[in-house]
């Protein structure tokens, strides 16, 4: 079985480690085991405890119980700095980088300097750039890090950890800011270091991605370790049962459903991000009364773009958006036009302070019956909510408690039941089920199927190509910023989704296989 | 803000106990520290904070003495409450004062034969749109620009206080008084005089227009659209973008009613108390209406009590001062002490956790979204 | 009085003495607020520095004019340091907001001036006390029209010389001053890269206490050598706004100091002058030049992007 495993030495061994934050258990008992010159995948889904079992081994957090075994000694790791002592070094989901220093000044920065306090820039630049040349890592030294592409921003935290001469290195889903071409290279660069005796541990969860680049595989559910094997004795069928506790089937409630007329036009549509780079490039959608379309694709392709533009909350610079024929400035003051689940319910659709009855009228307080000339109508809100709360099913402890009391599934049955008070034309909802347990999940997507069968037009956001698929009745697949292609929510279409997600357009994939 | 909105009598009251627990103790805290130094300096705190009291509310000369000190920093109070309460930090309460009283004593001065019914609201809108016009540009650059107001409003209060020197400035000043000893303007029309509310005394009718302001501000805040809007911008401004709030729209409102309110201290001062602008008439009334809102947790009814509290220490601080020789100053360390007390977290948090719930003012939630 | 020459030097001279103490107290602010955390209580600090200076050289009053200024000087850095350490134990430590923080402070300062200043003065008042000591430097002072203006002035002001540009040179040039910029950046790297956030801006905000506390002494016994209640009189203020018109580097700050320095000094001989323009045009000259500076200044460079936020870590 693992003949060949047992026998390379350990290089790390997070055993038996348990984390909890007040009632909540992250991990339960976790045990981790990472070979000299192996990549080892630690798969789960959001909240399955990987998070915090990695900010455990890097000092951020220390374990209730369990204990830390590097090369076959025990150590403890009470802070970042000493994790790095020890030669663990991590590339974070958000970058540990400073925006207005240049790229050498960020891999100096807590480093011991030769001449302190002295910064000895000309050497480190040199080391950096041999570096940089040795692994094929293309990086800008004197950049300032806000100008470098997140790939480009990836690349030098790899490069950061590499100086500091880190022996196990841990990415924390890094492919989620890559285009599908750059993920090719960092695969290669794993492989390299890897080679070369160190240690990978590599974060997802993407089940192909584990399958493509892993040696050995740990999967962790709801904080428990629920399988550890050779990536080559799993399947993908194992791997997702293992991640989720139950057969996944793609199956769908009902058939695609075609819909009527056309509630949302989108044409030609240019926009620029925060940044000032390209946005959206030039989209056309539309999406008509009574159908769900899904917008699959890798996360910060243009989806967060367009939902803004959608809802007149970014400006457009080319092209039109006509929402019932009405431009998107009107979308959020006008009822019974646009319903928006934004991406970040706490941040963004919820008002952590205000209690729930508040929350209910975020949007209807200004008209009868919340307020009357001018007065709010305090009895009237608090009806609304009673009901509401009754009609969605929304566990709490009643419309005056605050909302940021309630648990996750139940804030974002709070933000739909909101968004769909006036029986909106367009619901667009973005991400919808990220970050809840299961059944809130099932909650969430029913809910919007219940929208679709009222008649409204559904724009459907999400990374979670399997919710994608079980819920839409088109599928549009978004690429830097423009639309690829159309596919029906067939699990045979999968590869062309795929496809299209690395960037290759519907006609080039279709062309290619028929020749 | 509780009334009428479906708590139970005895939750309202345990919510009101509870946020008045944090400030209370505060102040208890921060008197105990001063007598601490009241003790080195070598006098008896009990005789000194006796007088104090005494010089406060002693008698109806006293009250009146305590009312009279109220009325401007009630009126910043509100001002700056009203700002916190959308997020917005306006610490030009001081220039807006100046130019409200500047506008209202123009407006004062005009021998226009007007009645009093007349001549006063006249006086006292002109204050309002002085106030307002000084936050226009600090508002406009916070919500259109993204510049943060508090280095903005901050810089202009010094330039209020010099036009306003300059207005009434002796050889030059376009409504300066020639030849007199100080650097004033004339009186002003004795229509546009606030009525004396105790014969004998200087307390005017601005301490009535204040309290009435308060209520309508908290009825404002807590009962109107407007209000609704305010709250949610200073509770999460993102989500509020989210549901549709114009912030830019909602930003000039409040600064320009803030900065209006502040307008409103300045012109009260020169039609109630003063009768004519003076150079440098305030002794800081703007920044203690930071203190004031502070106490209150921004709640306009609270801001009645807090600037009252302020008010006695000022009042007392004179009689302290002649019974006991204590300086005046000393008022100020214990405002200081009351504020850093107040700030300093682990008595809100400890507090807090015994109400389940606590105590917020408007910018925890941005701090904490940090 | 004629516009000549004689009129140039008296004003640059007076320029440059006036610009000095700002110009301490902003070096000491841009560190601040390059860690991240906002200083608004630099008036505060300067008052107290200059109380606790005259205070310092009042109860030296025999010794060596030299002697007693320096530890005027010290003990001034004390005072000013000593006040920002409570804005630091707040805001860093308590995560308190750091407006309301620096106001207090301010408040605090002027009524323990002002109360402090009775005690050891009575109704005294005003008694002059030893400053610090004037130098005249050979042969650079010599120099037509400059050499006046530049280089005969008290010790102090040559101190305001150097010391921007050494702040310059450890803030870009150094470890600590990295690890300064990083933390009012993006402190999460910080703390990541094994440095205490906590510590870095703790020693950022009593530096800009302790220069602001230099700033008063310079206000105090650089020219004039008595203490009056509040002398500072708003001086903490235009500091703040000439650390945004010097976008955040001590040296720009400096010189955006120096133009303010100009204007008071302008302002104070106005009136002689005849110029036509009232006196309080001039007062609030700096004051609406930062105004400008901060309203023009969008696009050009940004504060500090963790300015004023409190540090947490695990925070997502």
């Not at chain 1, 926009?271 to 699959?296: N, S, W």
């Not at chain 2, 008896?44 to 009312?67: E, K």
């Not at chain 2, 809102?293 to 807090?306: D, F, K, M, T, Y």
């Not at chain 3, 320096?70 to 805001?91: E, K, R, T």
């Amino acid at each position: 079985m693992e003949d060949g495993r047992h026998q390379t030495p350990e290089l790390l061994r997070m055993d038996r480690i348990t984390k909890s934050f007040g009632p909540l258990l992250a991990d339960d008992a976790v045990t981790l085991d990472v070979r000299v010159g192996e990549i080892h995948a630690l798969l789960g889904e959001n909240g399955a405890g990987k998070s915090t079992l990695m900010k455990v081994l890097y000092g951020l957090h220390q374990p209730d119980s369990g204990e830390i075994w590097l090369d076959g000694r025990q150590i403890t790791i009470g802070s970042p700095h000493e994790a790095v002592a020890h030669g663990i070094g991590m590339v974070h989901q958000q970058f540990m980088l400073v925006p207005n220093l240049t790229a050498t000044e960020n891999v100096i920065l807590g480093m011991r300097a030769e001449r302190r306090p002295m910064l000895d820039l000309a050497a480190a630049r040199k080391r950096l750039v041999e570096l940089a040349r040795e692994y094929d890592l293309d990086v800008d030294p004197d950049a300032p890090v806000w100008q470098m592409s997140l790939g480009g921003q990836q690349r030098l935290e790899i490069l950061k950890a590499l100086f500091r001469g880190a022996r196990l290195l841990v990415l924390d889903e890094p492919t989620a800011v890559l285009a599908p071409s750059e993920v090719g290279g960092l695969f290669r660069i794993m492989r390299q270091l890897a080679s070369e005796g160190r240690g990978i541990v590599f974060i997802s969860h993407k089940l192909s991605e584990v399958t493509e680049v892993s040696d050995h595989v740990t999967v962790l559910r709801l904080g428990r370790v629920t399988g550890t094997l050779p990536t080559r004795e799993a399947t993908a069928h194992t791997l997702a049962t293992m991640m989720v506790g139950r057969e996944i089937s793609l199956a769908r409630t009902t058939a695609p459903v075609v819909g009527t007329d056309t509630v949302l036009e989108i044409s030609g549509v240019h926009c620029v991000t925060d940044r000032g780079t390209p946005g959206l490039t030039g989209v056309d959608l539309v999406v008509r009364k009574g159908e769900i379309l899904g917008i699959a694709g890798v996360d910060g392709n243009g989806q967060r773009e367009l939902v803004e533009c959608i809802a007149g909350l970014r400006p457009v610079t080319a092209g039109t958006i006509l929402v019932e024929g009405r431009p998107p400035s009107s979308a959020l003051r006008e009822p019974g036009l646009l319903g928006l689940v934004p991406e970040d319910r706490y941040e963004q659709g919820l008002i952590g302070d205000f209690d729930v009855s508040e929350n209910l009228v975020l949007r209807a307080y200004q008209r009868p019956p919340y307020s009357t000339n001018g007065f709010l109508r305090w009895g009237r809100i608090r009806d609304n909510a009673t009901q509401r709360i009754a009609a969605f099913d929304i566990r709490c402890p009643g419309p005056l408690a605050p909302v940021r009391s309630l648990s996750g599934g139940n804030q974002q049955k709070v933000v739909i039941a909101r968004e769909t008070q006036d029986d909106p034309a367009l619901i667009v909802a973005s991400q919808p089920t990220r970050g809840l347990d299961v059944g809130a999940v099932e909650s969430v997507l029913n809910l919007l199927r219940q929208q679709r069968d009222r008649g409204a037009a559904v724009v459907f956001v999400s990374t979670e190509l399997s919710e994608v698929l079980a819920l839409s009745d088109r599928v549009v697949v978004m690429h830097k910023g423009e639309v690829m292609g159309e596919v029906p929510p067939d699990p045979a279409a999968l590869g062309r989704i795929g496809e299209m997600m690395m960037g290759r357009s519907l006609e080039s994939i279709d062309a290619g296989a028929v020749a | 803000m509780a009334i009428g909105r479906g708590y139970s009598l005895r939750q309202m009251l345990r919510t009101a106990a509870y946020r008045a627990v944090t400030p209370v103790l505060s102040v208890f805290l921060a008197f105990l520290v001063s007598a601490a130094i009241i003790i080195a300096v070598g006098t008896d705190p009990i005789v000194a904070f006796g007088s104090m009291l005494n010089g406060a509310f002693g008698s109806q000369t006293a009250l009146a003495t305590t009312g009279v000190r109220m009325t401007p920093i009630l009126f910043t109070g509100l001002a700056v409450a009203v700002s916190f309460r959308a997020g917005i930090f306006n610490v030009g309460a001081e220039g807006q004062l100046y130019l409200g009283a500047a506008f209202g004593a123009a407006v004062a001065l005009l021998p226009i034969g007007l009645p009093a019914f007349i001549h006063i609201p006249l006086a006292l809108i002109a204050g309002f749109i002085g106030g307002a016009a000084w936050a226009f540009v600090p508002g406009y650059l916070r919500a259109y620009r993204g510049v943060s107001e508090v280095v903005t409003t901050l810089m202009l209060n010094f330039v209020a206080i010099q036009l306003v020197s300059y207005l009434v400035d002796p050889l030059v000043g376009p409504i300066g008084e020639r030849g007199a000893a100080y650097a004033q303007s004339a009186v002003i029309d004795p229509a546009a005089k606030l009525p004396i509310l105790l014969r004998g005394t200087s307390l005017h009718a601005g301490l009535i227009l204040g309290l009435a302001l308060a209520v309508a501000l908290w009825i404002l805040i807590g009962y109107t659209r407007l209000g609704f809007r305010m709250r949610m911008l200073g509770a999460n401004p993102i989500a509020a973008r989210f549901a549709g709030v114009k912030s830019a729209r909602e930003i000039m409102t409040v600064m320009l009613l803030s900065g209006g309110i502040a307008g409103l201290a300045g012109a009260v001062e020169v039609i109630g108390l003063r009768y004519r602008l003076f150079d440098h008439f305030s002794p800081g009334y703007g920044y203690d209406g930071i203190a004031v809102a502070l106490l209150a947790n921004s709640n306009p009814l609270g801001v009645i009590l807090s600037s009252g509290f302020f008010a006695a220490l000022r009042a007392g601080a004179n009689s302290m001062q002649q019974a006991t020789g204590i300086e005046t100053s000393v008022v100020l360390i214990i405002q200081a002490l009351t504020i850093l007390f107040l700030i300093f977290r682990p008595l809100r948090d400890w507090i807090g956790s015994r109400a389940g719930r606590p105590p917020r003012l408007a910018q925890d939630s941005l701090i904490d979204a940090a | 009085m004629q516009l000549d020459v004689a009129f140039l030097i008296d004003w640059g001279s007076a320029a440059i003495r006036l610009a000095t103490p700002l110009v301490l107290a902003a070096v000491g602010g841009v560190y601040a607020e390059r860690s991240g955390v906002f200083n608004i209580g630099i008036e505060g600090m300067m008052l107290s520095g200059a109380f606790v200076a005259v205070a310092v050289s009042y109860f030296l009053g025999a010794a060596d004019p030299a002697v007693a200024s320096l530890c005027a000087a010290i003990a001034a850095m004390l005072a000013g340091g000593g006040m920002a350490f409570v804005h630091a134990y707040l805001s860093i430590t308590r995560r308190a907001d750091q407006i309301i923080s620096g106001a207090a402070i301010n408040i605090l300062a002027l009524g323990l001036t002002n109360t402090l200043y009775r005690v050891v003065w009575g109704s005294a008042g005003r008694e002059r006390v030893a400053g610090f000591p004037t130098i005249r430097i050979p042969i650079l002072a010599d120099i037509p029209v400059l050499g006046p203006i530049l280089f005969d002035h008290s010790l102090i002001v040559y101190v305001a010389y150097v010391l921007p540009f050494i702040a310059a040179f450890v803030l870009f040039r150094t470890t600590w001053g990295l690890n300064i910029r990083a933390a009012g950046d993006f402190p999460l790297a910080v703390d990541t890269a094994g440095l205490s956030v906590t510590v870095t801006r703790y020693v950022a905000v009593v530096f800009s206490g302790m220069m602001a506390g230099l700033g008063g002494a310079a206000l105090a016994l650089g020219a004039v050598r008595y203490f009056t209640p509040g002398m500072t009189a708003g001086r903490g203020f235009i500091v703040l706004g000439a650390i945004v018109f010097g976008r955040w580097n001590p040296i720009l700050a400096s010189f955006a100091c120096l133009l303010f320095g100009a204007a008071d000094a302008l302002q104070l001989r106005a009136q002689a002058l005849s110029i036509g323009i009232p006196y309080q045009f001039l007062v609030m000259l700096p004051y609406l030049l930062a105004v400008l500076a901060i309203a023009g200044a969008i696009g050009r460079s940004s504060p500090p992007l963790a300015l004023g936020r409190p540090y947490r870590r695990g925070e997502r």
